[in-house]
């Protein structure tokens, strides 16, 4: 999560205003920051935000627990700070890419949403743990206030990919668009969480030595687009492999 530290200072200073940090953890040095939330974030993950204890996240810091309480000013605080930098971080690398993805043809956007997605949720091992056991152990605390606001803002990506794809004469006329947004949004969790959490792979039988993550993909955009697309626009096109997001920047 901290490979770009460079939009962390503006959400610190956020955080702070809405009285979730104190200006003592704002004047820390990015090391000594990113080792606290790092811990936060670890310790969230491992026992759940209820059981979060205050001492092991300043034993994995490498602080006190004095120290945590200046930084934040007690527990609760302390995890919703990292509960909304998470939220703000994701929101943020995200919509870095939504005009790139919207302008692709649409089987070669959802191929780069999904193989990006997988790319990048692996660089952000530390994020992916927390919210994984959010949304698939059914944390009531973080549900609404972490699963819930990034979920939609994925959803929305893929609704802006469709839609734009209507737009460019792409999709058949009468396709249930918002519909057809929710189930792609859902395939594609599928594809992707099944190959970032192995438990899941279990119950969604995706991936196995015989069938390479890529195969899936190609059959999951070859169904999508067959499904949606006009005749000229069918899903013909190959396989996707190698399809990632890669900065805006380098696009």
């Known amino acids: 999560m901290f490979d770009d530290w460079n939009a962390f200072p503006s959400y610190i200073v956020q955080a702070e205003g809405q009285g979730r940090g104190t200006r003592t953890f704002r ?27 205050i001492k092991q996240v300043a034993a994995r810091a490498g602080v006190s627990v004095g120290s ?78 972490l699963v819930q606001p990034i979920s939609k803002k994925l959803r929305a990506i893929v609704g802006e990919l469709l839609a734009q794809a209507a737009a460019r004469g792409e999709i058949r006329t009468g396709v249930d668009l918002e519909a057809a947004t929710r189930l792609v949004y859902g395939l594609s969790i599928a594809v992707g969480d099944s190959q970032l959490l192995p ?36 899903g013909a096109g190959g396989s996707p492999t190698g399809l990632a997001l890669s900065s805006p920047a380098e696009s």
């Open 27 to 53: 004047r820390l040095d990015p090391a000594r920051q990113q080792a606290v939330i790092q811990a936060i974030l670890d310790e969230a993950a491992l026992r759940g935000p209820a059981a979060l204890n």
């Open 68 to 145: 945590l309480y200046q930084y934040f000013g007690g527990r609760d605080r302390m995890l919703d700070f990292a509960v909304d930098l998470c939220v703000r971080f994701v929101s943020d690398s995200f919509d870095l890419y939504r005009p790139y993805l919207a302008a692709l043809p649409l089987r070669e956007a959802l191929a780069a949403y999904v193989s990006g997605g997988i790319e990048w949720s692996r660089a952000e091992a530390g994020f992916l743990q927390l919210f994984a056991r959010a949304a698939y152990q059914g944390d009531p605390e973080l549900a609404e206030r």
């Open 199 to 234: 438990y899941l792979n279990n119950y969604f039988q995706m991936i196995d030595p015989s069938l390479p993550p890529e195969r899936i993909l190609t059959a999951l955009l070859d169904l999508v687009l067959n499904g949606i697309a006009c005749e000229s626009n069918d």
